[in-house]
C-alpha cells in the first residue's frame, strides 16, 4: 500500500494537496455538474486491473441437490426457467458468476416445455446430466447428450425442452446478460405464438455445418454468429486428442482448442467464447493472467486450480471462475487419465475492443505460491 | 408501472410468488453463492433499456471561467492533466459524463507541457480554443487549431502541448476510461524518459494519410487503429459542405459523416467513434432513439435539442449527451446559416458486440412532445 | 451466325466499313505500333465468352494402362514426376486439361521417391489407387489413402514418395500452371537438400485442423492457404451423407459441398477451389452453365453427363472437363446407390477477379437436347 | 542457353532423352488425349517469367495527331468508340498493350456522346486534354479534367461524351479485356434505352466519397469496387507534394501513391490498380523488377526510363509499358521540377492470386546497364 501511494507521487500521476482554495473550488465544480480530474485520476487511471470478482468455486455435489429441488418448487411455464445462478459475492449486484458473465444451473423434466423468446444477450449451454434434452434456436432443433454444447446467440429465438421419453436433464447455461445491462442494450420478446414452429430436420445444423473442413457449396448463411449450433462432445474429444498426439500444448492451459463459426474461423458468437482443454496425466501447467473473465466446468477428470495463491480442488461438473488479472495454473492430478476442462469467457469482447492483455508468472518456477 | 407489471405476468416471464417454503430455498441458495433465477430474472432481463444516465447540457458559458480558474489552481505536472470533468449526476461513481464515456475540458499555458504516458483507454481530443496547441501520439507530432480532432488511441505513447509562442488553449478530452474500467482491463504507464523524442517531421501522419483515396504503395501500417491521427476541421467542414450539395440527409441527423480510418473505412480507434453532422439553416430533425452513449460539442452555430422530453438550448462550445435508447431530434434555429455538431460515442463498441439497436419515432409527425 | 452479324450492325457495337481511306489510316496506325479499336473491337468485347476448350472425357480404362507403362519407361529422377497429363485438344499449346487448368495421372513405386522443389503454381491431389504414398509440404508429412485429397499450395515445399511397404500407386494431379505461366508468374525452385527433413509428427496438420469446429487457441497460422492440406475421404463422404439427410441440394450439382481452410472458411489455396458431391440414386441435375474451368473425377458410382449437348458416360475414376459457359448436367443411372464425383475448379480465380457468372437453362424442362 | 540446358540437367528437373520405345509411347498417349509431363515439364515450369510483351514507349507527339485524324474517318455511333490503341508487338493477337492489358487513345469532339454499354471487363480513363468531358456511371455522372483519374467498373453502365460547350477532348482508356478474354470470362451489353438518363446530380460520388477520412455515416455501399468514382489531379498532386515533405519515399519508385477505394482501403477495382508517383528534381530510381504488368502515362515533367536495359526518353503525356520480371528504374531529368507518373496495373490480381514477386537489382549500384 505505502509503495503504491509512492508510486503516485511521480510526474505523470495526479499529485495535487487539498488546500482550503481547491476545496472551494471543488465545491463550485460539483454545482455545475463537473468535478476535477485529479481527484479521482490515479483511482479511474490505475496502474493495473483490480477485479471486483472473486475466484469461487462451486461443487457439483453442493449444486446438484439444489438444483434438483427446484422441481418440485416451482414449473418452468412460472419460473420462466427453472435455474439456480451461480452469484459471485463480488458481484451480487449484477447476478453475475463472474465479472459480467451470466451462470446457472437449470433442470428440466420429460416432456416438461419452456417458451420461446428472444434476448440481446447472448447465451449457450453445456450439457451435464440426462437425456432427451433439446433446443431449437430459430428453428432449428438440436437434440442435446452430455457435454454437448450449443449456442443461442444474440436475438435468436430459441426454446428448450426435454422430450416425453427423455430424463429429468441438467444442464450450465451461459449468459452475458450482466454486460448486454452494462452497456443498456438489453432487450427481451417472448415468442408471439408461444413456441416456434419448424419444418426443419432435426439437427438439420450439425448435419450442414459440422464437418471438417467443409462447407456447402450454396450456403446463404449471412448472420454474424455461426451456422453450427451445437458442438458434439465426442467429436470434441477425439479432436482435442488427435490435437494431443501432435502438440507439446500451451505452458498455461495444456492442450486447448477453441470451438468456433466453421464458416469463418472466428469465435461462434460476438461477446462469448468456448474452449476445452486437455490437461494430461498429472500435468500441472505453469500460471499466467490475462484481463477477460473465464468460467470453467470440469467435464472429464480430477484435480486442482491455483487462482490468485488459493488452491481450487475440483472433479468432474464442478465450475469454478477466474476472474481479469488473476494469476492461475491447473493441476490434473490423475496419474493415469486426462482431465478436461470446458470453459466459457468474454475474451471476444476483450479482444474485438483492443482490451485482452496478457503476462506470465515469471518467479518461482512459474507456480504461484499458495496462500488460500 | 401497472402497466408492466401485468406485462411481466405471462409466459415467458418470472412470475413466481414467495411462499415460506420458496423463502427457505433461498436462503439455503443464497449459503452457497446462489439463488433463484426468477427471483431476479425480470429485472435483468428488461422488455427494452433503461438508461442510467442523465441527459445533461453543459454550457460553455459556465465551464470556460471554472476550466481557466484551474490554471492558477494546480500546474499539469501536479495535476497530470488540468481537467475539469462532466460528472453525470447519474454516473458519478464511475465519473463518467453519459454511460461508460468519460469527457473533459482541459486546458493548458503557452509553454506547458504534460508527461508522456500510455493506457490501454481510448482518447480523443476536439480542440476549443487557442493556438500552438500539440499533440505527440507514437513519436508523431501534430500542430492542432480550433475543431480539429485528434486520436490518442489504445496503448499509444502520448503527450500534449502548447508551444512557447501559442496561446492558452482549452479542448475537450474524450475517454473510455469508465469502460475499460468497467471491464477491468486498464494499464496505465509512464514513459521512462517523461517525454518522447522523435525525429520525425511535424504532422507527419496528415500529410501521409489525410488525402482523400490515396494512400502510400508502400505503407505497413499493421496497428488496429487509424494511422490518421488528426482531422483537419478545414477538411471536415468541406467535406459536409460538399456531401450536403448531393444528399437529402438523415431524416434523425441531417448531413452527417463519420471519421474513419482512411486506411480500412472503419471506425478511427476500436471502442470510440467520432462524426460530425451539419444541419441546414431551420433544419428540424425527426427523432429517434438508439443504444449506445453519444456526447456532443456544438461547433457552429446554434439551436435546440430535445432528449427523452426535454429541451436543451445550445450554442458554439457547448456539450450536451444523450443516452442509450432515449428519443432526440435536433434543431437548427439559424434561419440563415448552418449549424454543426461533432460527437463522439460508443457506437464502435455496440456495433461489434451486437448490440446496436435503433429506432425511429412514430408518433406526433416524428417529434417528441417536450415535456421538460 | 447471321443472326450474330445483325445483333453487331446496332447502336453501341462496331460497324464501320472498310475504306480506302481509313485501310491507309490503318497502316499508318500499325507502323506506330497502334491500331484502330474498331476494327477488333466486336472480337474482344464479344456478347459473351466462346470457350476455346473442348468437353473431354479421359476413361480410367484407358489411362490407367498407358500411366502405369512409364513405370518401365522413365525413373522420377529422370522424369522429375511420372506423370501422363490430360491435353485438351484445343489447349495444347499450354499443355492444358481444360482452360488454364493442368491435371495428370502420376505414378509411384514402393520406395519411390521424387526431389523436393517449389513453384508459384499451386497444386492438388486426389489420390485414385494404392497404398504407402506420402506427401510432404514445408515439413508437414502426411499418410494419403485412396480418395484422400492432398494440397501443395503456391510456394511451398512438397515431395511425393511411396513408403517401402506400400503398393503402386496411382493419383490425380491437378495444377494451375498454365494460369500461372499466363500471368508470367511462375517460378521453380530446386530444394537445396533435394529431400526435405523434418520432426514434426505424421498427419499433423490434420490432426491439429482437421476437426469440425474447433481450432488450436494458440494458433499463428498466417498463410494464405489453408493450414489443413490433407482432407480425409471417410470424413467427406460421411459429411456429404449427413448433408443429404437434410437437404435438397442443389438442382444443378445434387448434394455438394466445397473443401475449405478451416482457419477462415475460404477456398483453401488462392487459385483453385475443390468440390465433392453427390448425386442421389437415379438423381438427374438439370443444366447451367458458369464461367470457370471445372475437372472433374468420378469418385463412386456410374453415370453421365451432359456438356454442351454431348453425352459423356463414366464410370468410377473417369475423368471430365466442363469449360466455362457451356451447359452441363449430371446422371446418377444407378437406381440403388450414390453417386460422387470430386472436381477442382479455378472458380476462385473468376470469383476474387469479379468474373463468375451464371446461368440457368430454361429451356426443355432445364434439359439440353443431347446432339453428340 | 546452354547455361540453361544445363540447369536443367540436375535431379528435380526433367532430363529424359528420346528413345524409340519413348517415341512410340508418346505416339500413343497422343492418341488418347494425353501426352508425357517430362517433355513439356522444363517448358511449363520455367525457372522464373520470360515475359512475352515488348517494352515500348508510344510519344504523345505521335499518337496524338493520329488520334486526332480518326476525328473525320469514324463517328463514335459507328466506331462504337474512337479509339486508337496501343499494340505491343508481341502482343498483338490479343489486341494488348503489355501483357493481358489494353490501352487506348479516346477522342471525342464537344457534343459528341457515346451510347451506354456494360461488360465484365473494368475500365479507367486518365484524361489528356480538353475541356467538357463527363463520364456516367450507374447513373452518377462526372465532370472531367486534364489529368483526372475516372473509373468504370467490372459490370457497370457507363457512357462518355463532351458537352456542347466543351472542346475537343483526348483521353487514356486502360482495360483489362484481354484477361477477361483470356479468362473466357467477358460478357457485353448494350443499354435497352442507347443511354442511361439519372436524376443524381452531377459530381455526387466524389461529394459524397472523395473528402479525406470521412465518410458518410449511414452509406450503404455494397458494391466489390470504390463508390469514389472520380480522383481530381489537383487533389492528387497536392496529395502526393504533401507526402513528400514527409517521406524519403521509395528507393524504386519515388514519392508513390495508390489510388484507393476509401471506403476500403483496398484497390478501388477487382483487377487493376493505379498509382501516381512523383519522382523529384533530378531523382534517378533504383532498378528492381517484379511481376504484373504496369503502363505509364507521364503526367508531368520529363525524364527517362530504363526498362530491361534499354533507355526509353520520356516527356508530358508519352505512354509507356513496363512487361513483367523485367528490370526498371525512373529518372527525372529536370534538375529544378518534380516529375511524375500516372500508371495503371494488373497488381491487384498478381497480389489476389499470391503471384507477386518482386526483386532488387543488386548489381551496378542498382543500376541497369544500358544496352539499347
Ligand atoms: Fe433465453
Ligand atoms: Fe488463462
Ligand atoms: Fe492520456
Ligand atoms: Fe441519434
Ligand atoms: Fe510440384
Ligand atoms: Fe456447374
Ligand atoms: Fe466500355
Ligand atoms: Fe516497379
Request: hydrophobic content about 35%; charged content about 25%; overall charge negative.
Amino acid at each position: 500500500m505505502a509503495d503504491i501511494a509512492k508510486e503516485d507521487d511521480i510526474l505523470g500521476r495526479a499529485r495535487v494537496r487539498d488546500t482550503p482554495e481547491l476545496e472551494a473550488y471543488y465545491e463550485d465544480l460539483a454545482k455545475q455538474e463537473t468535478g476535477a480530474l485529479w481527484t479521482v485520476a490515479n483511482s479511474i487511471e490505475p496502474w493495473q486491473p483490480t477485479p471486483t470478482s472473486a475466484p469461487v468455486l462451486w461443487r457439483w455435489e453442493d449444486l446438484r441437490p439444489q438444483v434438483l429441488r427446484a422441481i418440485d418448487l416451482v414449473r418452468p411455464e412460472d419460473a420462466g426457467r427453472r435455474v439456480v445462478y451461480l452469484r459471485n459475492p463480488k458481484r451480487k449486484e449484477v447476478s453475475a458468476a463472474c465479472g459480467w458473465l451470466f451462470s446457472g444451473i437449470q433442470t428440466m423434466k420429460a416432456g416438461e416445455r419452456a417458451g420461446a423468446h428472444r434476448h440481446a444477450a447472448s447465451a449457450l449451454r453445456f450439457i451435464m446430466e440426462g437425456t432427451g434434452a433439446y433446443t431449437v434456436v430459430e428453428g432449428h432443433k438440436m437434440s442435446l447428450g452430455a457435454k454437448d454444447f450449443v449456442l443461442t446467440p444474440n436475438g435468436t429465438w430459441h426454446e428448450h425442452g426435454i422430450e416425453e421419453d427423455g430424463s429429468t436433464c441438467l444442464w450450465q447455461d451461459g449468459l452475458d446478460i450482466p454486460l448486454t445491462n452494462a452497456l443498456e442494450a438489453n432487450f427481451y420478446e417472448v415468442h408471439p405464438d408461444d413456441y416456434q414452429t419448424t419444418n426443419l430436420p432435426l439437427d438439420d445444423s450439425p448435419a450442414t455445418y459440422g464437418s471438417p473442413a467443409l462447407m456447402p457449396e450454396l450456403d446463404k448463411w449471412d448472420q454474424p454468429y455461426s451456422p453450427l449450433l451445437k458442438f458434439r462432445w465426442d467429436q470434441t474429444y477425439e479432436a482435442l486428442q488427435a490435437y494431443a498426439r501432435v502438440t507439446d500444448g500451451s505452458p498455461y492451459d495444456g492442450v486447448i482448442m477453441r470451438y468456433i463459426n466453421p464458416k469463418t474461423g472466428a469465435d461462434p458468437m460476438l461477446t462469448m467464447g468456448a474452449n476445452m482443454q486437455l490437461l494430461r496425466a498429472s500435468e500441472h501447467t505453469k500460471a499466467h493472467r490475462h484481463t477477460g473473465n473465464i468460467i470453467y466446468q470440469v467435464a472429464k477428470g480430477e484435480g486442482y486450480s491455483v487462482i490468485g495463491g488459493k488452491r481450487f480442488d475440483w472433479k468432474e461438473k464442478d465450475i469454478f471462475c477466474v476472474p481479469p488479472w488473476t494469476w492461475h495454473e491447473h493441476c490434473n492430478t490423475q496419474g493415469g487419465d486426462d482431465a478436461c476442462l470446458f470453459s466459457f469467457h468474454d475474451l471476444p469482447t476483450m479482444r474485438k475492443l483492443g482490451f485482452y492483455a496478457e503476462q506470465a508468472l515469471e518467479d518461482n518456477g512459474g507456480h504461484q505460491v499458495v496462500t488460500g
